[in-house]
């Protein structure tokens, strides 16, 4: 059964410091990845996604893809207060399998 | 302007009540999808559809049953609720299946079904 983890947090780190954010999958048929933010009581939002192995980079966010390790990591440079929120790393395949979330971990950045 | 737009907001009923969630996108989209969002704020996938046909059909009881009159709608209504049944439900739409990379799901604002 396919499991996407993540640490539930919450990571602290102090405003201007690099917030890192880390997901690990069990099926080795995922193909893409996806990084969602969640602010409290609304509805995630994409902040990235990433399909090849290695850094993909976007502002402040590097997502980070290790297909060979079942890894996939986001960073957020420069962390500000407004990235307090939680984050979804999700999992999707070519197989006709369906999109899987990660519990989120829950990130607050202390000014 | 609301791309991904879900009514009610807020749903409170009783145990054994059946209620109906609507979503609508009007971004040109061909799937849509609900996810179910409990309290420990696990986000579970529950149906997706392409062009009005079912493609996916997680593991959900059948109180729950998706109706896609036309691509840019779709209802899920539910019989007989429970306690647990209490959660925050979400529609969301992409171009593409979710069976190729790269696609992304825009979300609706979701709507939070209380059951008492």
New interface residues.
Partial sequence: QKEVEQNSGPLSVPEGAIASLNCTYSDRGSQSFFWYRQYSGKSPELIMFIYSNGDKEDGRFTAQLNKASQYVSLLIRDSQPSDSATYLCAVNNNYGQNFVFGPGTRLSVLP | DTAVSQTPKYLVTQMGNDKSIKCEQNLGHDTM?W?KQDS??????MF?YNNKEL??N?TVPNRFSPKSPDKAHLNLHINSLELGDSAVY?CASSQLP?????????????TRLTVT
């Fill in positions: 999808y996810y420990k704020k696990f986000l579970k996938i997706s493609i996916i997680e979400f979710s069976t190729l990379p790269g696609d992304e799901q825009y979300f609706g604002p979701g």
